[in-house]
């Protein structure tokens, strides 16, 4: 069985800023797949931008062959799936538990056949796996995404994908493939290309739209716009100290110096530590940095995970916290010093509220058709900011809104392939029912006709009641049933036994059952014994009296119950004795004060309750 342990090539996490592929290769050799395309489409829809890439790689290999494929999103992206072309067919990626997606890929692969998976490693990293490619036909893979475009002096610009020509294990071509870009726009600015590169003028400080999701909510995404340098001043960031600890619910280390780095090169920090270099040189731990620092003199910890998404940076570097009117549960990106992406969702569309670097914009979301991309912008930041403490409930987010998480992969099974594969599953469930099934007969014989006793009970209320007979020197038994069947009965030494099932619509009444027996002599032996079929439960009446100072708790129903039990209000039991005929007594506490449960149980199974009350 081939493998399924994935290691991630040692590439350092980097501040991606677009739809980035980092490697493709050969999951035996490590060589890589040389890339001879890219198709990219591109829709801008006011703010937020949904792009799908194809990718088309060369197989130069004669035999079964699986494909690793690994890229970055930029922070304020989410995937919104991945497909592959096996032969003719498309195959798309069905987002699902983790835990399922693997067993279902390890299950086919190892029998040769061709499904992709796709995961998250970190809240911007995907790994992708796909076995066989098929022989003599190229690698072409389709990743589509939904995220917000990026600013670039007064224009917007569109994160523009990216894919070397060649690089594995090794990097053999690092030049970038220019992708065959499209791009059209829906209620937004001006798009503008220039050199390959597609700008959107937005004049405006503030731009939202919002979409109606299938939960009635509206999402909305928007980004605003302040001048250059906020409130005018340079803040001082002082780092005293950093330090890693474990985080059991995301992976990725955190780099601290990235982030600033950034900030001190356009002028809005200066930094003050004997070492500002805080990266982790194995980021696939399982991590958070934990940072103790100062802010214009005032004293600050922040624990930040692999997405380095730090509050404290946005905060000093927007003049002052961000703050939303209207909004709920609002989720921010800095794309910049002067730019915010946020994201969040309302009840019904109406004007909502930013403040910005000191300054308030209001706005009015622009509605655009019903979907799922605004949603999947905030669950995304929800997965990557949001501290979660069971895989369970991200499991059920992820599922719901479509985003990838560490709790779920996308799994893409050309459509043969899943029917075999769930036609399998189905025959491995038959047989494990059936082998249960043989377990508990067994254990039903054992426990049951081990004693040699003969049949004795005459009353059901329907299931698969259980025939016993001793006849001494019988060669074969079989019993005919009421509707005219017949079951050959099972030796146990003179006791012969099995189950017989009484439908569960079958008529009130008496019924008879014949027991033939074929001795070893020849002569045949027949016997028989009537039975019931009772489905109304047992009433009756419990009322508490008084005799000789004993209290006494009495119940009336019919005689020959095969159980009445009292229930105390903790849950404890009380079983009442047949001191005659259809009457049931037992003692109780004489300061007992309250009601007590009583239920009445007949011998064919079926239960009746009383409730008997004595109050203070």
């Known amino acids: 069985m081939r493998s399924t342990m994935t290691v991630l090539i040692g590439v350092a996490s980097t501040l991606a800023l677009s739809q980035s592929v980092t490697s493709v290769y050969n999951r035996d050799t490590h060589a890589p797949f040389k890339l001879k395309n890219v198709k990219v489409e591109s829709t801008v829809v006011g703010p937020i931008v949904k792009t799908s890439t194809w990718l088309t790689y060369d197989n130069p290999y004669k035999t079964l062959t699986e494909a690793t494929l690994n890229f ?8 919104g799936g991945f497909a592959y072309i096996y032969g003719d067919e498309y195959v798309r990626g069905q987002l699902m538990d983790k835990r399922k997606a693997w067993s279902i890929y390890t299950a086919i692969t190892s029998r040769g056949r061709d499904p992709g998976i796709m995961e998250q490693w970190s809240p911007t990293n995907y790994h992708c796996q796909i076995f066989p490619i098929k022989i003599g036909n190229d690698l072409r893979v389709r990743l589509w995404t939904v995220g917000m475009l990026q600013p670039s002096g007064n224009q917007m610009q569109l994160p523009k994908p990216k894919a070397p020509t060649a690089v594995g294990y090794e990097a053999i071509d690092t030049t970038i493939v220019q992708p065959n870009w499209t791009v059209r726009g829906v209620k937004t600015g001006q798009i503008v290309e220039n050199d390959g590169q597609f700008s959107v003028d937005l004049k405006d400080p503030i731009y939202a739209v919002a979409q109606r999701f299938k939960d009635g909510r509206i999402y909305v995404a928007g980004i605003v716009k302040a001048p250059f340098g906020g409130d005018g001043k340079k803040h001082v960031v ?9 985080a059991n619910d995301e992976p990725g280390g955190a780099d601290v110096t990235v982030k600033v780095n950034e900030l001190v090169s356009q002028g809005i920090y200066s930094i003050q530590a004997n070492n500002t270099t805080f990266g982790d040189p194995t980021p696939w731990k399982l991590k958070r940095l934990r940072v103790k620092f100062r802010v214009d003199g005032v004293e600050q910890t922040e624990t930040v995970a692999e997405n380095w998404h730090l509050t404290f940076l946005e905060n000093s570097a927007a003049g002052g916290a961000t703050s939303f009117f209207k909004l709920r549960q609002p989720k921010t990106m800095l794309l910049n010093p002067n730019t915010l992406a946020f994201s969040g969702w309302i009840p019904k569309n109406e ?4 403040r910005f ?9 622009t509605v655009i058709a019903k979907g799922s991309d605004t949603a999947r912008i905030w669950a995304q930041q929800m997965l990557a900011k949001n501290t979660w403490m069971r895989v369970d409930d991200v499991m059920k987010f992820s599922l719901k809104y479509g985003v990838p998480s560490n709790a779920t992969a996308l799994l893409a099974v050309p459509k043969e392939e899943m029917r075999l594969y769930e036609e399998r599953e189905k025959q491995a469930q038959r047989a494990q029912a059936e082998q249960r099934k043989r377990e508990l007969e067994a254990q039903r014989q054992g426990r049951n006709w081990s004693g040699k006793r003969d049949q004795n009970w005459n009353a059901s209320g329907g299931g698969d009641p259980e025939i016993r007979v001793t006849i001494p020197g019988a060669r074969s038994v079989d019993a005919i049933l009421p509707d005219r069947r017949v079951i050959s009965l099972k030796p146990d030494g003179d006791t012969w036994g099995g189950n017989f099932e009484i439908a569960a619509d079958a008529i009130e009444g008496t019924y008879s059952v014949r027991v033939l027996a074929h001795l070893k002599d020849g002569s045949t032996v027949e016997r028989s014994w009537t039975y019931s079929v009772d489905r109304t439960p047992p009433t009756g009446k419990a009322v508490f009296v008084v005799e000789q100072n004993k209290l006494i708790l009495e119940v009336k129903s019919e005689s020959g119950l095969a159980e009445v039990a009292a229930y105390w209000p ?28 009583v239920v009445l149980k007949d011998r064919a199974g079926n239960k009746g309750e009383l409730t008997c009350s004595r109050l203070p």
């Open 238 to 246: 002082e780092i005293l100290n950093a330090r890693y600890e474990p």
């Open 357 to 365: 670097q000191g300054v308030r914009h209001a706005i009015k979301p």
């Open 72 to 79: 970055d999103l930029p922070d304020a992206a989410a995937l």
């Open 570 to 597: 903790d849950g404890s039991r009380l079983v009442l004795k047949e001191v005659q005929p259809g009457v049931y007594r037992a003692e109780i506490p004489s300061l007992f004060k309250g009601s007590l449960t």
């Open 351 to 354: 004007t909502i509220a930013v």
